[in-house]
T-cell receptor
Framework: GAGVSQSPRYKVAKRGQDVALRCDPI?????LFWYQQALGQGPEFLTY????????KSGLPSDRFFAERPEGSVSTLKIQRTQQEDSAVYLC??????????????FGPGTRLTVL | AQSVTQPDIHITVSEGASLELRCNYS??????LFWYVQSPGQGLQLLLK??????LVQGIKGFEAEFKRSQSSFNLRKPSVHWSDAAEYFC????????????FGAGTILRVKS
């Protein structure tokens, strides 16, 4: 596709459930980022992949959060045993620049996660 | 700590009036600078970016921003606002010493009154 896509767009989970959020980056983009945007705040960095390598996971808030990009394209963000504080919009972005460089990050529409 | 500050949470302007949204950063070095816009239910769209060179940069939708090193600022401007500009605007930086992730400000919500 022409842009970054994410699915599902909306997810409602009961506290304690596991969820998986998917990101399809722009074809050929080596870099993929996940951000978390709480209500009324700016996005905050979670983790970064260059191709299939997870080079930075400094923003993951707990060990309940796990991300992967096994073939260097599609990425999945998994949250285990969801808590109410996990409720947020999860944004995925991709870029043609690799580690050590920077270029425009193109964002997907996000997945809005609500934990009841 | 590194930070990006957008001091105005909300701004309301009349259609046709000029606009300036403020952004300041607190880093020792000059970061790469970005402005993004987010409409309700939409992802973030890049308006403009500054990496180096001319400190006045032009973006899409008639927006421009000026980098002022002495003030650690990167304010966004538009000479005449349209109703369709109503959205939330985010200033963001990349500081390569900390990787290539974006660090965002808290955002400014722009309301346009007719």
């Amino acid at each position: 596709g022409a842009g970054v896509s994410q699915s599902p767009r909306y997810k409602v989970a009961k506290r304690g459930q596991d969820v998986a959020l998917r990101c399809d980056p722009i074809s050929g983009h080596v870099s993929l980022f996940w951000y978390q945007q709480a209500l009324g705040q700016g996005p905050e960095f979670l983790t970064y992949f260059q191709n299939e390598a997870q080079l930075d996971k400094s923003g993951l808030p707990s060990d309940r959060f796990f991300a992967e990009r096994p073939e260097g394209s599609v990425s999945t963000l998994k949250i285990q045993r969801t808590q109410q504080e996990d409720s947020a919009v999860y944004l995925c972005a991709s870029s043609s620049a690799g580690w050590g460089g920077t270029d425009t990050q193109y964002f997907g529409p996000g997945t809005r996660l609500t934990v009841l | 700590a590194q930070s990006v500050t957008q001091p105005d949470i909300h701004i309301t302007v009349s259609e046709g009036a000029s606009l300036e949204l403020r952004c300041n950063y607190s880093y020792g070095a000059t970061p790469y600078l970005f402005w993004y816009v987010q409409s309700p239910g939409q992802g973030l769209q890049l308006l403009l970016k500054y990496f180096s060179g001319d400190t006045l940069v032009q973006g899409i939708k008639g927006f421009e921003a000026e980098f002022k090193r002495s003030q650690s600022s990167f304010n966004l401007r538009k000479p005449s606002v349209h109703w369709s500009d109503a959205a939330e605007y985010f200033c963001a930086v990349v500081l390569m010493e900390y990787g290539n992730k974006l660090v965002f400000g808290a955002g400014t919500i722009l309301r346009v009154k007719s």
